[in-house]
């Protein structure tokens, strides 16, 4: 029972470059999220989906793309990196959004440095 | 934005009850009030979640008054390893839509 997988576990980047965090949950959930936290920080949500092929912003959103185009997979984008996106970042899905249906489980997280 | 405020930290010993309240004072009709436990270096894990008045389960209990704007949830009996900190979450509208948005959370630390 792997539930919430994030890869890769960590992550270097130079200032400039791009790449996608792989989130990929097994338990048929519709919503799934994205959270940074710097540290001492809370979370902070980046985008979130209700289903797939829906997608929407979430707090701190720019500087960063998703995608749904499945039910299991949400990877986020970093489109250009920044020193100032380095944080921790954890992936979370849940069964809805709606009330009693949003106990949200989360992965292991992402510890990304930008250089 | 409704948001929840917790304190920041909180100190105890070991074999104390703990209680942790939450203010959210702009709480949906229909949204229900959950808590998750993080230790450094992992993801939050939920510990309990409730609408109204009580619920208990094997770990923690979650106290609701009338009003809903404010929880408690209590530890019985701590042990070191409920070090951790302890986020409230309620649902908040922000551009028109109903988002999962985390408080700054409640540090807890036990001491022997």
């Known amino acids: 029972n792997a539930g919430v997988t994030q890869t890769p576990k960590f992550q270097v980047l130079k200032t400039g470059q791009s790449m996608t965090l792989q989130c990929a949950q097994d338990?048929?959930?519709?919503?799934m999220s994205w959270y940074r936290q710097d540290p001492g920080m809370g979370l902070r949500l980046i985008h979130y989906?209700?289903?797939?092929?829906?997608?929407d912003q979430g707090e701190v959103p720019n500087g960063y793309n998703v995608s749904r185009s499945t039910t299991e997979d949400f990877p986020l984008r970093l489109l250009s990196a920044a020193p100032s996106q380095t944080s921790v970042y954890f992936c979370?899905?849940?069964?809805?959004?709606?009330?009693?249906?949003?106990?949200?489980?989360f992965g292991a997280g992402t510890r990304l440095s930008v250089l | 934005l409704a948001k929840t405020t917790q304190p920041i930290s909180m100190d105890s010993y070991e074999g104390q009850e703990v209680n942790i309240t939450c203010s959210h004072n702009?709480?949906?009709?229909?949204?229900?009030i959950t808590w998750y436990q993080q230790f450094p270096s992992q993801g939050p894990r939920f510990i309990i979640q409730?609408?109204?008045t009580k619920v208990t389960n094997e770990v923690a209990s979650l106290f609701i008054p009338a009003d809903r704007k404010s929880s408690t949830l209590s530890l019985p009996r701590v042990s070191l390893s409920d070090t951790a900190v302890y986020y409230c979450l309620v649902g908040s509208r922000m551009d028109s839509s109903y988002k999962l948005i985390f408080g700054s959370g409640t540090r807890l630390l036990v001491r022997p």
């Open positions: 702009n709480i949906a009709t229909n949204d229900y």
């Open positions: 338990m048929n959930h519709e919503y």
């Open positions: 979370a899905s849940s069964y809805g959004l709606a009330a009693a249906k949003n106990i949200q489980y």
């Open positions: 989906s209700v289903g797939a092929g829906i997608t």
């Open positions: 409730g609408y109204k």
